[in-house]
C-alpha cells in the first residue's frame, strides 16, 4: 500500500508530495531543475531520481526542446541530500525515468533514443537510436523487465499514429543501438501514448495517452502479449483527463495512479470499475510520479 505519492510539477518547476488518502500536499522539492517529466523512486536507498527535460527556446507559442540540454538529478527523501546523476547537456529531453538492477532507463524525447546509466552515474549507454529525427521517431514512455525494454513512441501531437515498442534490454551481439533486428511493435495507430507501467505479476501493461478523442486522454491496460506476438486491443480504465501523463501501480491496492497537465490526481481501480480524485491542483501542472510504500 502507498503511503505517499510524489509527483513532478512541470509548471513550477517542483516535486510534491501528496498522501493518497487525505489528498494533502507538500513541496519535497522547490528547484528541481527545468521542465522535469520522469520520476522513480528507489526504496533501499530512500532516494528519488528525476529527469529534466531542459530549458527550451520559444518559437512563437511552441516550446523547442531540440538543444541538448536535459539532465537526471536525484535526492534522498530523508536528508534532502541532493546529488546530479548526469548533468545539464548528457542528454536531450528527459522523459519517463525506469529503474532495474541498480541502473536507469529514460526516454529522450527530441534526442529519438533510449538509454541508460548507472545509478551514480559514469558512461551513458544508448539502447534504442531512431534515426531519422523526427515525431514518429520519438520516445517517450519506458518500462523495464529482467528481460525486455519497453517504450512509446507516440507520434504527432493527436495524430492516432502513436506505438508500443518491445525489445530485449540488451543489445544482440554483434549489433548496435541503431540497426537492432529484435524490435517488436506490439501496438499501432494508438492515439498517443505517453508513460508505461509493465505489471509483471497480473501480466499487464498499463499506459496514459494524450492523444484526441475518444480514445484518448485516457488510462489503458492490456495483456503483455507473447514474444512474436502482437497485443490485443487495450481496455480503457479512465478517460477525461487534462492531457494524462504520469501513472504508478499500487499492485497490494489493485490501484492505479494517474496524474495530468491539468494539476490532478485520480486513483483507479485496475479493473476500472471505480475512480476517485486524490488531489486537485489548479496552480500546478503534473507530469511523472511514483509510489512510496510503507
Not at 494508438?190 to 499506459?207: F, H, K, Q
Request: charged content about 25%; some cysteine; proline content about 6%.
Amino acid at each position: 500500500m502507498f503511503d505517499a505519492l510524489v509527483v513532478l510539477d512541470i509548471r513550477n518547476d517542483a516535486i510534491v508530495r501528496i498522501d493518497p488518502r487525505a489528498g494533502s500536499v507538500t513541496v519535497a522539492v522547490a528547484d528541481a531543475g527545468h521542465f522535469p517529466d520522469g520520476l522513480v523512486y528507489d526504496p533501499t536507498a530512500d532516494r528519488l531520481y528525476w529527469t529534466t527535460m531542459g530549458k527550451p527556446t520559444s518559437k512563437g507559442a511552441v516550446k523547442d526542446f531540440s538543444a541538448p540540454n536535459g539532465s537526471i538529478e536525484s535526492v534522498t527523501l530523508h536528508s534532502g541530500t541532493r546529488e546530479t546523476v548526469l548533468p545539464e547537456g548528457a542528454l536531450t529531453t528527459g522523459k519517463q525515468l525506469a529503474l532495474n538492477a541498480g541502473r536507469l532507463y529514460w526516454a529522450d524525447r527530441e534526442g529519438c533514443k533510449v538509454s541508460t546509466v548507472e545509478v551514480g552515474g559514469g558512461p551513458v549507454t544508448d539502447l534504442i537510436v531512431n534515426r531519422p529525427l523526427g515525431k514518429m521517431a520519438q520516445c517517450v514512455g519506458i518500462a523495464i523487465t529482467a528481460t525486455d525494454l519497453y517504450w512509446t513512441q507516440k507520434g504527432p501531437a493527436k495524430g492516432g499514429k502513436g506505438r508500443i515498442l518491445r525489445a530485449g534490454r540488451e543489445i544482440p551481439a554483434g549489433e548496435s543501438a541503431a540497426s537492432r533486428t529484435d524490435i517488436e511493435t506490439l501496438w499501432r495507430d494508438l492515439p498517443e501514448p505517453i508513460d508505461l507501467w509493465a505489471d509483471l505479476v497480473n501480466g499487464y501493461l498499463y499506459w496514459t495517452d494524450r492523444g484526441a478523442k475518444p480514445n484518448g486522454n485516457t488510462l489503458n491496460r492490456a495483456p503483455i502479449p507473447a514474444r512474436g506476438e502482437s497485443g490485443a486491443p487495450p481496455r480503457i480504465l479512465a478517460g477525461g483527463f487534462h492531457e494524462a501523463i504520469g501513472l504508478t501501480v499500487d499492485i497490494a491496492e489493485d490501484t492505479v495512479y494517474v496524474c495530468d497537465l491539468g494539476g490532478t490526481v485520480r486513483a483507479v481501480a485496475a479493473d476500472g470499475s471505480s475512480e476517485r480524485v486524490v488531489a486537485r491542483c489548479d496552480d500546478r501542472a503534473f507530469t511523472g510520479m511514483a509510489g512510496i510504500a510503507g
